[in-house]
C-alpha cells in the first residue's frame, strides 16, 4: 500500500532527501551515452573550458534528481507519472565529488476535473551542494492516484 | 579543412531542422530507469501491463537524455554554443515505449543579444521528440548560449 496518495499532500509540505555523492565514473559513464561533449567526458579537454574541469551534463543532474524523488517520496507514493515540468535552471556545475541534498516542497494541490481518480501536484525541486549552493531548481507536475474508497 | 562554425548570426528564427533517428531499446529503458527512475512502469514488464499505461515506456528523463544525444551528435557539434541555462515548458505528451523510433525537430523562436556580454547570445528553441507515426512525444522550450561571430580583422 502506497503511504502518498493525492489526498495526502498539502501545500507546503516539504520532503528532504541526500545527501548523494557524485562520482567522476558515473559523470563520464552517463555523458558518454547521452551528452558526450568534451566538458563532460574527457579530463585534460575540459580544463580548457570556461568549467576548468569535468562537470556533470545537466541532463545527468536532472536524471539524479528524478532519481532522489523517487528514494526520497515517490517509491512510496501512488505515482502516475508526470505531464512535465514548468521551468528548470542549471545554476552552478556539479563536479565530481560533490554530495548532492535534495528538497521538494509542495506548492500546489488540484484534483483531476475529468478523472475523480486522481490529481496533480506542482512541486518546487531545490537540488543543493556541499556548500549550500543551489545547482539545480525545477517546478513542475506529479500526477497522483486518490486513496480508494473503503469498501 | 576548417568547418565553419555556426554562431548566433548564423542562426534564423522560424528556420527548423531535425536530428536523425533513434530506435528505443527495451533494455535501456529498464537499465535507465533501474539507475534514475525506479517506478514499476518503467523497470517491470509484467508490472507495467497491470499499469495506466498498459505496458513497459521509457521514464521521461530517458527520452530527455536521447533527445540531448541525438541534438549533440546532429548540432551541437558544430555549434559555437557555450551551453544552456536551462528550459521551460517541458512537456511529456505521449507515452515513449520499446521499438519505437524518435528524432528531434528544432525550431529557432527567439534570438536575444545579451546586454551584458556583447561576444554573447541567447537563443530559444521550440524542441520537438517525434515518434514514427510522426506523434510529438515530448516538447520543450530549450534555451542556449552562443557566442557572437568574431569581428573579422
Redesign the interface.
Known amino acids: 500500500m502506497p503511504k502518498y496518495y493525492f489526498d495526502d499532500f498539502r501545500v507546503g509540505q516539504v520532503f528532504d532527501t541526500g545527501p548523494r555523492r557524485v562520482t567522476k565514473d558515473e559523470i563520464v559513464a552517463f555523458a558518454r551515452k547521452f551528452d558526450p561533449q568534451p566538458f563532460h567526458i574527457d579530463e585534460e579537454a575540459a580544463k580548457k573550458y570556461m568549467f576548468g574541469g569535468i562537470i556533470a551534463s545537466g541532463w545527468h543532474t536532472a536524471a539524479i534528481c528524478m532519481r532522489m524523488s523517487v528514494d526520497g517520496m515517490i517509491k512510496d507514493a501512488a505515482s502516475l507519472g508526470s505531464p512535465g515540468i514548468d521551468e528548470l535552471r542549471w545554476l552552478k556545475p556539479v563536479r565530481p565529488g560533490d554530495e548532492l541534498k535534495l528538497r521538494m516542497e509542495v506548492v500546489e494541490v488540484t484534483p483531476s476535473r475529468s478523472k475523480p481518480d486522481r490529481g496533480t501536484i506542482r512541486v518546487h525541486w531545490t537540488m543543493s551542494n556541499a556548500a549550500g549552493e543551489p545547482v539545480m531548481t525545477m517546478r513542475g507536475l506529479g500526477m497522483y492516484a486518490r486513496r480508494p474508497k473503503a469498501a | 579543412m576548417v568547418i565553419s562554425k555556426e554562431y548566433f548570426e548564423d542562426l534564423v528564427v522560424g528556420a527548423s531542422r531535425e536530428t536523425a533517428t533513434k530506435t528505443v531499446d527495451k533494455d535501456e529503458i529498464i537499465e ?1 530507469g533501474r ?5 514499476t ?1 518503467h523497470i517491470d514488464e509484467a508490472a507495467a501491463k497491470q499499469s ?2 498498459g505496458g513497459l515506456i521509457a ?3 530517458h527520452t ?3 533527445a ?2 541525438l541534438i ?1 551528435d546532429t548540432f ?1 557539434r558544430n555549434a559555437a554554443s ?1 551551453g ?9 505528451l505521449q507515452p515513449v515505449r520499446p521499438g519505437d523510433v524518435i528524432r528531434v525537430r528544432s525550431t529557432v523562436v527567439e534570438k536575444i543579444p545579451s546586454k551584458s556580454r556583447p561576444n554573447l547570445g541567447v537563443v530559444k528553441f521550440s524542441t520537438e521528440v517525434l515518434n514514427q507515426r510522426d506523434e510529438v512525444v515530448m516538447s ?1 522550450t530549450s534555451i542556449a548560449m552562443y557566442n557572437r561571430r568574431p569581428n573579422k580583422t
Open positions: 535507465f539507475e534514475f527512475d525506479p517506478q512502469f495506466i499505461f521514464s521521461g528523463w530527455a537524455a536521447m540531448m544525444r549533440v551541437v557555450t544552456s541555462p536551462g528550459f521551460d515548458n517541458l512537456r511529456w520543450l
